[in-house]
């Protein structure tokens, strides 16, 4: 684990055990976060993103879910590094972990704000719960945050309750809460998915604007492309639990070699393009009955006898790599 990696997740095995069978939602992903750099994270739905980012906060639903194997290591600045799957999820040191050194910003803001509370009083647990402050200097910095997001008249809103915001707002809320305690990783999992374009820029924007003004790590997930595009330094790509591609945004955009991110750049709409979008032939295959070797293997084009077999990740220049046997004889990197 290098100097400048905040997070290094090794070998992650993530199963669902089911009526139907198991489900395995993360198979064997590794990956790194670099101080000072958004991840993005892609893939369709039921690829294994959230179940991935909540893996780094060791959030995995129990009894039906269960890591089974990997290490997530997180590189603190004030002592050793620490293997967060080592550490009991309902245990003192893990809740130190979450939301002081890695927070998170979930996909639905309407269903994370308990409509009970205020949202000055959901920002300011977090801060009891990390800083030795008092309620009146928690309230001071739940104002203050509510200002950084860009809220209006932030004095006024710390009373109010989730309901009385608007869809742009809670969301600028849920982000005023995972900032709360200045962490040094951000999971942003599908944060303007229930946006409209406009309130979309201004999110994306303001994520930007507090990643330098924090100094803070980002690891973006979803499945849009046009936010990956303007936000993301470097890509991973995710195919069924796994990941298939991963590469700076420049190389995954320009010169993408895993079939499958080939296909989702194509099927995406362009300006002045005229007759139908392209489409990724059949459908992700169920989670009970994955095909063996490449998962992608039945709607990809390029499929040969030797897809049936796990392909190894073929390297294509430093950090870029993909798992694809198209590329067999160049170099293998796992």
């Known amino acids: 684990m290098s100097k400048n990696e905040l997070v290094r997740v090794e070998d992650l095995e993530v199963y669902f055990h089911t009526d139907e069978g198991i489900v395995r939602a993360v198979d064997g992903v590794s990956f790194h976060v670099n101080r000072g750099e958004t991840l993005g994270v892609l893939g369709e739905s039921g690829c294994g993103k959230s179940v991935t980012a909540r893996s780094l906060l060791n959030l995995i639903p129990r009894p039906r879910g269960r890591i089974h194997g990997g290490e ?57 719960l ?30 109010k309750y989730p309901h009385e915001f608007s869809g742009g707002m809670r969301q600028r809320a849920m982000i005023a809460i995972a900032l709360a ?13 229930a946006l409209d374009v406009t309130i979309e820029s201004q999110i994306l924007e303001l994520l930007e604007q507090l990643k330098e003004d924090m100094d803070m790590s980002i690891l973006f997930i979803t499945h849009d492309l046009g936010v990956i595009g303007e936000i993301a330094d470097r890509v991973i790509v995710m195919y069924t639990g796994k990941i298939v591609e991963t590469g700076s945004c420049v190389e995954i955009f320009y010169n993408p070699k895993h079939p499958y991110t080939q296909k989702l750049l194509e099927s995406r709409p362009r300006i002045g393009q005229k007759g139908d979008l392209s489409s990724i032939v059949g459908s992700v295959p169920s989670p009970y009955h994955l095909p063996p070797g490449c998962r992608f293997a039945p709607r990809c084009e390029f499929a040969m006898d030797k897809c049936i077999k796990e392909p190894p990740t073929f390297s294509f220049g430093p950090g870029h790599g993909a798992r694809c046997w198209l590329y067999e004889g160049g170099e293998r990197v796992g």
């Open 72 to 128: 997530i290591w997180l590189h603190k600045d004030n002592g050793p590094k620490v293997d967060i799957l080592s550490l009991d999820p309902f245990g003192k040191e893990m809740g130190q972990i979450r939301g002081a050194e890695i927070s998170m910003i979930f996909q639905e803001p309407m269903t994370s704000l308990n409509p009970v509370y205020t949202i000055g009083w959901q920002i300011m647990e977090a801060i009891l």
């Open 130 to 159: 990390h800083q030795p402050v008092s309620k009146a200097e928690a309230r001071e910095r739940a104002i203050e945050m509510l200002e950084k997001v860009g809220i209006s008249s932030p004095d006024q809103a710390v009373d």
């Open 181 to 193: 305690c200045n962490p040094r990783l951000l999971i942003a999992d599908e944060p303007t998915t």
